[in-house]
């Protein structure tokens, strides 16, 4: 709580991170100081009493920072001026800390030196030189911004703008500054409010940086400087990048409040301290110049000018430049590292020298390249798609979460690590720079493969493997030894195995440590091939006949046309399909990029170059209910007397005589009629849809309209070719072994009329077969019983979980009932409330938030459940009764029992009407009614089967290896036009994008 004393018309904020307001009158500097953890008052809870010994380790380790920083100041600095005094009230004693860099009194003024620190830890003859270097960096900046915005450099347009708005961030630094010091009587870094917004812009022009290469990597080759390809400033993605990093400070900050309040790390925590949004500028800032380091190491290619590889470099010490100012905030600011400002100061004049220099490079190299005495050309590599949208996100997401990682995170750090010396500081800022300098550089090597990879561990055969076994081993065996000196060093004993929590505190340090070791990949492979010579030699020795072994082993070539393991194409012009880590991948992960199929390649092609439906498409129909007053036995009475038509199958090279599209043409009437007698057809053996355009060519033969998915915003499904209204069926490495049980496309709000599913390439390794079920045979089938207490109860089906929200609004007990009784349901019902109002309606599937309806996570869980909805439904245009619903699919009983690999957001449930749960047996019944019906349909490429999406539920079976088959949607002829959708909207499609690449990761 911030108190104010008003004296004389001057309001003094008396608080933690807060100084005195100033004015032209004379103003009063109050500060606080910790008291002693010996004389703790006798009103401290029994908490305060209890708290760890490491914490108070820690905190004696900041208060030397307070020392140090108080030894720099002047004796005056501790009290009030002469002038202005008034009586303080006594107050409560608390631990507070104000580690401030003071400044000298001379140097307060409107006129200031906006970069002076006061002290910066140099001999007096060296005072204020980090003023002198940051004003002579100046001309070496504006070097490079001409040489880059020379036309024979290339440079992406957005790239160029991001690199002249550094300009404002440098010029805001001065105002700032003097207004810190004459007004707040601190230097900049200590007055958090005008360093947050100052170095705000710091980040908004590197985030237009990484921007604009990133723009210009999903063009064709050598055509990412060009002005015409410019998609504009990116307003609205920086405001929501904004927002997003906004709200996760937010989230975090009352994460901690909650979860830490009354810690003495929280409560100790210094008054200079960086708030979590300026930590986060700060996080966000270094992540977004490491993220351009690599895509501009990737511009040296697709431009075809290699001088942009040195720029990179010369970035590197920039970078290292970067990690200074937070290596400086991580101790607090303490003057014991105050010339880590002079060196800032230099590295800024030497990391823009070297900048300068290597733009001259580029563009020398550029008029050489423009002169044709290069023979350097651009990378003929298949263009990437650029999902801006993810992009910004992921980085918001990076930015507060490693801004609160930060900022709390060492709060709990022992106190060997927070005690500030030189060594510590360059160790924090060198290796971060060097390993993302060294990573660039080799994620980036010539063909974009990294210099060591497990293909050569593999040429080593059995030696090879058993090599990177032993020294995984050796690195989990080096891990303990380590993690257990380290504890020694850091608290000043040694862990006592014997004791429970002390063997859990080895066990997270080692795997802390061997998690960091394994992400260096290079390291990893290049002492297994070290070690697999001697490995091959003892292997021989004890008689082992490695060379039979290794042919036995060896994979045969993939025949072209056909796909390895990892998705690529065997014919393409570059296949890797190793695991080894790589930053320029991670750069195009984290940009949203990914590799286009060739357009001419195998199996899918690319558009057809018919009508472009990108933004054409209409929306899925509305779910067309007609349920009431179903006598369900005699419905099932009369559906076992009937023979029910099975599939349909057509071979096509039997059947089809000429020209298969004229066929489909001339015959589209009576298909369309044997589809509702049948509900479903199979065509096998066509030639046409063995491509995407073709399969294109055959739905529009058949006079189909075609749609948008009905669930296109969840993400399960991705646009194989978007241009011609191709949905991907769930091909996704992540749910190769998720079983996909039987349902209609459908939701309760939206529901396709036909659906045309088209095979481009069978599983590789066996299984992934499609399945089809006649909902009109399950519900004769099922029993009348359950059949009927399903109908009169109907059915809710849950479509995510979010678990999430328990650490923030839980019940700890602070105000004892109150918190039960009022502040934790209305935390619930405020936060169902908002998701419910703003997250839910984008999903357009008429979703409640409803807590706890499962009984899981002690009642925190958050399920977006749909409305109620029953089971049958009659057929929209035959009227006959069918079994209409997902519930074999969406059970998680039902699940629990198959193979399913969906993460937790994305589990399902089942409950009837009133949300009480279907009891086992019901749940049983279903499954066998369902499986007794289910006609397995293997398809081949090319094959093409067409459903009655109301009448007909489908599924798939689980597969190895890599699948392509592919689907589309169609609508009612009558509702071809309609676009009202909240999912037909570049807001919907987007988020179908940044779901798809989420459930992409998850292999």
Same mark, same amino acid.
């Given at each position: 709580?911030?108190?104010?004393v008003?004296?004389?018309?001057?309001?003094?904020?008396?608080g933690?991170?807060?100084?005195?307001?100033?004015?032209?009158?004379?103003?009063?500097?109050?500060?606080?100081?910790?008291?002693?953890?010996?004389?703790?008052?006798?009103?401290?809870?029994?908490?305060?009493?209890?708290?760890c010994?490491?914490?108070?380790?820690a905190?004696e380790a900041?208060?030397?920072?307070q020392?140090?920083?108080?030894?720099?100041?002047?004796?005056s600095?501790?009290?009030?001026?002469?002038?202005?005094?008034?009586?303080?009230?006594?107050?409560?004693?608390?631990?507070?800390?104000? !580690?401030?860099?003071?400044?000298?009194?001379?140097?307060?003024?409107?006129?200031?030196?906006?970069?002076?620190?006061g002290?910066?830890?140099?001999?007096?003859?060296?005072?204020?030189i980090? !003023?002198?270097?940051?004003?002579a960096?100046?001309?070496?900046?504006?070097?490079?911004l001409?040489?880059?915005?020379?036309?024979?450099?290339?440079?992406p #347009?957005?790239?160029?703008?991001g690199?002249?708005?550094?300009?404002?961030?440098?010029?805001?630094?001065?105002?700032?500054g003097?207004i810190?010091?004459?007004q707040?009587?601190?230097?900049?870094?200590?007055?958090?409010?005008?360093?947050?917004?100052?170095?705000?812009l710091?980040?908004?022009?590197?985030?237009?940086?990484?921007?604009?290469f990133?723009?210009?990597?999903?063009?064709?080759a050598?055509?990412?400087?060009?002005?015409?390809?410019?998609?504009?400033?990116?307003?609205k993605?920086i405001?929501?990048?904004?927002?997003?990093?906004?709200?996760?400070? =937010?989230?975090?900050?009352?994460?901690?409040?909650?979860?830490?309040?009354?810690?003495?790390?929280?409560?100790?925590?210094?008054?200079?301290a960086?708030?979590?949004?300026?930590?986060?500028?700060?996080?966000?800032?270094?992540?977004?110049?490491?993220?351009?380091?690599?895509?501009?190491?990737?511009?040296?290619?697709?431009?075809?000018?290699?001088?942009?590889?040195?720029?990179?470099?010369?970035?590197?010490?920039?970078?290292?430049?970067?990690?200074?100012?937070?290596?400086?905030?991580?101790f607090?600011?303490?003057?014991a590292?105050?010339?880590?400002?002079?060196?800032?100061?230099?590295?800024?004049?030497?990391?823009s020298?070297?900048?300068?220099?290597?733009?001259?490079?580029?563009?020398?190299e550029?008029?050489?390249?423009?002169?044709?005495?290069?023979?350097?050309?651009?990378?003929?590599?298949?263009?990437?798609?650029?999902?801006?949208?993810?992009?910004?996100?992921?980085?918001?997401l990076?930015?507060?979460?490693?801004?609160?990682?930060?900022?709390?995170?060492?709060l709990?750090?022992?106190?060997?690590?927070?005690? #500030?010396?030189?060594?510590?500081?360059?160790?924090?800022?060198?290796?971060?720079?060097?390993?993302t300098?060294a990573?660039?550089a080799?994620?980036?090597?010539?063909?974009?493969?990294?210099?060591?990879?497990?293909?050569?561990?593999?040429?080593?055969?059995?030696?090879g493997t058993?090599?990177?076994?032993? !020294?995984?081993?050796?690195?989990?065996?080096?891990?303990?030894?380590?993690?257990?000196?380290?504890?020694?060093?850091?608290?000043?004993?040694?862990?006592?195995?014997s004791?429970?929590?002390?063997?859990?505190?080895?066990?997270?340090?080692?795997?802390?440590?061997?998690?960091?070791?394994?992400?260096?990949?290079?390291?990893?492979?290049?002492?297994?091939?070290?070690l697999?010579?001697?490995?091959?030699?003892?292997?021989?020795?004890m008689?082992?006949?490695?060379?039979k072994?290794?042919?036995?082993?060896?994979?045969?070539?993939?025949?072209?046309?056909?796909?390895?393991?990892?998705?690529?194409?065997?014919?393409?012009?570059?296949?890797?399909?190793?695991?080894?880590?790589?930053?320029?991948?991670?750069?195009?992960?984290l940009?949203?990029?990914?590799?286009?199929?060739d357009?001419?390649?195998?199996p899918?092609?690319?558009?057809?170059?018919?009508?472009?439906? $990108?933004?054409?498409?209409?929306?899925?129909?509305?779910?067309?209910?007609?349920?009431?007053d179903?006598?369900?036995?005699?419905?099932?009475k009369?559906?076992?007397?009937e023979?029910?038509?099975?599939?349909?199958?057509?071979?096509?090279?039997?059947?089809?005589?000429?020209?298969?599209?004229?066929?489909?043409?001339?015959?589209?009437?009576?298909?369309?009629?044997?589809?509702?007698?049948?509900?479903a057809?199979?065509?096998?053996?066509?030639e046409?849809?063995?491509?995407?355009?073709?399969?294109?060519?055959?739905?529009?033969a058949?006079?189909?309209d075609?749609?948008?998915?009905?669930?296109?915003?969840?993400?399960l499904?991705?646009?194989?070719?978007?241009?011609?209204g191709?949905?991907?069926?769930?091909?996704?490495?992540?749910?190769?072994?998720?079983?996909?049980?039987?349902?209609?496309?459908?939701?309760?709000?939206?529901?396709?009329?036909?659906?045309?599913?088209?095979?481009?390439?069978?599983?590789?390794?066996?299984g =992934?077969?499609?399945f089809?079920?006649?909902?009109?045979?399950?519900?004769?089938?099922?029993d009348?019983?359950?059949?009927?207490?399903?109908?009169?109860?109907?059915?809710r089906?849950?479509?995510?979980?979010l678990d999430?929200?328990?650490?923030?609004?839980?019940?700890?007990?602070?105000?004892g009932?109150?918190?039960?009784?009022?502040?934790?349901?209305?935390?619930?019902?405020?936060?169902?409330?908002?998701?419910?109002?703003t997250?839910? #309606?984008?999903?357009?599937?008429?979703?409640?938030?409803?807590?706890?309806?499962?009984?899981?996570?002690?009642?925190?869980?958050?399920?977006?459940i749909?409305?109620p909805?029953? #089971?049958?439904?009659?057929?929209p245009? !035959?009227?006959?009764?069918?079994?209409?619903?997902?519930?074999?699919?969406?059970?998680?009983?039902?699940?629990?029992n198959?193979?399913?690999?969906?993460?937790?957001?994305?589990?399902?449930?089942?409950?009837?009407?009133?949300? $009480?749960?279907?009891?086992?047996?019901?749940?049983?019944?279903?499954?066998?009614?369902?499986r007794?019906?289910?006609?397995?349909?293997?398809?081949k490429?090319?094959?093409?089967?067409?459903?009655?999406n109301y009448?007909m539920?489908?599924?798939?079976?689980?597969f190895?290896?890599?699948?392509?088959?592919?689907?589309?949607?169609?609508?009612?002829?009558?509702?071809?036009?309609?676009?009202?959708?909240?999912?037909?909207?570049?807001?919907?499609?987007s988020?179908?994008?940044?779901?798809?690449?989420?459930?992409?990761?998850?292999?």
């Open positions: 709580m911030v108190n104010k008003k004296v004389k018309g001057v309001v003094y904020g008396l933690r991170g807060l100084t005195p307001t100033r004015n032209n009158m004379t103003t009063t500097t109050i500060r606080t100081r910790a008291a002693s953890l010996s004389s703790s008052s006798s009103s401290s809870s029994s908490r305060s009493r209890a708290r010994t490491r914490c108070r380790s905190l900041r208060r030397s920072c020392s140090s920083a108080s030894s720099a100041s002047s004796s600095a501790n009290t009030p001026p002469a002038g202005l005094r008034f009586p303080l009230a006594p107050r409560k004693q608390r631990r507070t800390r104000t !580690t401030r860099t003071r400044v000298a009194e001379e140097v307060v003024g409107p006129l200031a030196d906006a970069w002076s620190v002290t910066n830890g140099l001999p007096s003859q060296f005072a204020g980090e !003023t002198q270097l940051f004003q960096s100046l001309l070496p900046e504006l070097l490079y001409w040489f880059l915005s020379r036309p024979e450099a290339k440079t #347009p957005l790239a160029n703008v690199s002249r708005m550094l300009l404002l961030f440098v010029f805001a630094t001065i105002p700032a003097i810190a010091k004459a707040f009587g601190d230097v900049l870094a200590n007055v958090d409010v005008l360093h947050g917004t100052s170095e705000s710091l980040t908004f022009s590197n985030l237009v940086v990484a921007l604009g990133a723009r210009a990597l999903s063009l064709p050598g055509k990412g400087h060009l002005e015409e390809n410019s998609q504009g400033f990116p307003f993605g405001a929501k990048f904004v927002g997003v990093t906004a709200g996760v400070c =937010g989230v975090g900050a009352l994460a901690a409040a909650t979860a830490l309040s009354g810690s003495l790390p929280l409560d100790t925590e210094p008054a200079n960086l708030s979590l949004p300026t930590w986060a500028v700060h996080v966000s800032s270094v992540a977004e110049w490491s993220l351009a380091m690599g895509l501009v190491w990737k511009y040296a290619d697709h431009s075809g000018n290699k001088a942009w590889k040195g720029l990179t470099l010369a970035m590197g010490l920039t970078l290292f430049n970067a990690y200074t100012p937070c290596t400086w905030h991580s607090y600011n303490s003057p590292i105050g010339a880590l400002v002079p060196m800032q100061a230099l590295l800024t004049l030497t990391g020298t070297a900048r300068a220099f290597a733009a001259y490079r580029i563009c020398e550029g008029k050489r390249l423009d002169a044709g005495e290069s023979s350097a050309q651009p990378s003929q590599e298949a263009q990437m798609e650029f999902d801006e949208e993810a992009f910004l996100l992921k980085l918001a990076v930015a507060g979460c490693g801004a609160f990682a930060v900022k709390y995170g060492e709990f750090a022992p106190s060997f690590f927070m005690e #500030p010396n030189y060594v510590k500081a360059l160790a924090l800022m060198a290796l971060p720079t060097a390993a300098t990573l660039v080799n994620g980036g090597s010539e063909g974009g493969k990294p210099k060591l990879s497990m293909a050569d561990v593999k040429s080593f055969g059995v030696a058993v090599s990177y076994v032993i !020294t995984e081993l050796a690195f989990w065996a080096v891990a303990f030894p380590l993690a257990f000196s380290w504890y020694r060093v850091a608290e000043g004993s040694w862990l006592d195995l004791n429970a929590a002390d063997k859990a505190k080895l066990l997270g340090a080692g795997t802390v440590f061997i998690n960091g070791v394994r992400l260096l990949v290079p390291v990893r492979l290049a002492a297994a091939l070290a697999a010579p001697s490995v091959e030699k003892g292997l021989k020795g008689g082992v006949d490695l060379k072994e290794q042919e036995e082993e060896q994979e045969a070539p993939a025949a072209p046309g056909s796909k390895n393991f990892e998705g690529e194409w065997a014919d393409s012009p570059e296949v890797d399909n190793e695991k080894t880590f790589s930053f320029g991948q991670l750069a195009k992960n940009a949203g990029f990914q590799k286009n199929r357009p001419e390649g195998p899918l092609g690319g558009p057809s170059g018919l009508e472009d439906l $990108s933004s054409r498409l209409p929306d899925c129909p509305k779910t067309r209910w007609d349920s009431e179903v006598d369900i036995k005699a419905v099932q009369q559906y076992r007397e023979d029910i038509p099975d599939v349909l199958t057509i071979d096509a090279k039997e059947t089809i005589q000429g020209d298969e599209e004229e066929w489909l043409r001339s015959n589209k009437d009576d298909i369309k009629e044997k589809l509702l007698k049948h509900g057809i199979l065509i096998k053996g066509m046409t849809s063995k491509s995407g355009a073709g399969f294109r060519r055959v739905y529009e058949l006079d189909l075609v749609c948008l998915d009905p669930i296109h915003t969840s993400g499904r991705k646009f194989a070719i978007e241009q011609d191709i949905y991907e069926e769930v091909n996704k490495p992540g749910l190769r072994q998720h079983y996909i049980g039987l349902h209609n496309e459908s939701t309760t709000n939206r529901t396709a009329a036909f659906g045309a599913f088209v095979c481009f390439m069978p599983a590789t390794e066996g =992934g077969d499609f089809v079920a006649d909902g009109k045979r399950i519900l004769r089938d099922m009348t019983e359950v059949l009927q207490e399903l109908y009169d109860k109907k059915i089906i849950s479509v995510s979980n999430f929200f328990k650490p923030i609004i839980q019940d700890r007990g602070l105000f009932e109150f918190d039960k009784d009022v502040l934790v349901p209305r935390a619930k019902d405020d936060l169902a409330k908002a998701i419910g109002d997250v839910a #309606p984008k999903f357009d599937m008429d979703l409640e938030m409803v807590w706890g309806a499962d009984g899981a996570n002690e009642g925190y869980r958050l399920q977006a749909e409305l909805e029953t #089971p049958i439904n009659r057929h245009v !035959t009227k006959e009764p069918l079994w209409f619903c997902n519930m074999h699919n969406h059970s998680r009983y039902l699940r629990d198959r193979p399913c690999t969906v993460p937790e957001v994305g589990m399902t449930e089942t409950f009837f009407g009133d949300l $009480s749960a279907i009891p086992e047996h019901i749940l049983e019944e279903v499954d066998r009614a369902s007794e019906n289910i006609i397995p349909t293997p398809m490429p090319g094959d093409v089967l067409l459903v009655d009448r539920l489908h599924g798939r079976d689980i190895q290896g890599d699948r392509l088959h592919a689907v589309s949607w169609f609508t009612w002829p009558e509702e071809a036009n309609i676009k009202e959708a909240v999912s037909n909207t570049s807001e919907g499609n988020l179908n994008k940044m779901i798809n690449k989420y459930v992409d990761t998850l292999k």
